[in-house]
Structure formats: structure tokens, C-alpha cells
């Protein structure tokens, strides 16, 4: 059975740092692209970053670019999101996720697995 854990949210003030780990179980995604996503209260998801196998090649949404890095440890078949200068506007549910049908990139609209989510709350 396919499983994403997420770990790592907190509460923190404005200017601070998190890092997020998502550990994989039930299935090797050592080639597949992963990605972060969030969600605040009464918005739609937002896809945060993503990266590819073998960590050679990531991408970031605008509004975290610059202070979010997305890494993955293909061992521990782990992604991590460091998250620095953190903004109340940061605050949210975060996710992981990879698509059902890999290798491609997950997005809002594909058919994903999903972790059950780590909650980030920056205060200013």
C-alpha cells in the first residue's frame, strides 16, 4: 500500500525557518517526480515545488522562489522543502504527492497520492 508522511510543520515567526520531510512507503519513487504542495483556508491548493529524479532538476512556484529549497535523499526515498524567511502568508496545510501514473510531474488536476498533511503556521 502506497503511503506519503509528511513531518516537520510547526508554528514560527515571520523571517523563520521550517524544514519539511516527506517520507515514502509501499512503492520506490527513486524515479519519479515528486512534488510539495499547500493549502490555505478557503484557497485552492497550490503546487510549491517539485523535483525530479535524482534531484537533477527542481522547480518553484513565484511566490516562494528564493526562499524555499525542494531536495530529495533517493535512499530514504525522503523529500525534503526548506522553507526560509518564512511569511505569514506561508501559512497552511502542506502536502506531498506523486502521481499515480509516473514519471510525470504531479499537479492539482492529476490523479495523485497524497500525505495526510503538515500544518505551517507563521505569525508576524
Known amino acids: 500500500q502506497v503511503q506519503l508522511v509528511e513531518s516537520g510543520g510547526g508554528s514560527v515567526q515571520a523571517g523563520g525557518s521550517l524544514r519539511l520531510s516527506c517520507t515514502a512507503s509501499g512503492a520506490t519513487y527513486s524515479t519519479n517526480c515528486m512534488a510539495w504542495f499547500r493549502q490555505a483556508p478557503g484557497k485552492e491548493r497550490e503546487r510549491v515545488a517539485t523535483?525530479?529524479?535524482?534531484?537533477?532538476?527542481?522547480s518553484y512556484a513565484d511566490s516562494v522562489k528564493g526562499r524555499f529549497t525542494i531536495s530529495r535523499d533517493v535512499a530514504s526515498d525522503t523529500v525534503y522543502l526548506q522553507m526560509n524567511s518564512l511569511k505569514p502568508e506561508d501559512t497552511a496545510m502542506y502536502y506531498c504527492a506523486v502521481r499515480r501514473d509516473p514519471p510525470f510531474c504531479p499537479t492539482q488536476r492529476t490523479d495523485n497520492y497524497w500525505g495526510q498533511g503538515t500544518q505551517v503556521t507563521v505569525s508576524s
Open positions: 523535483i525530479l529524479p535524482g534531484g537533477r532538476s527542481a
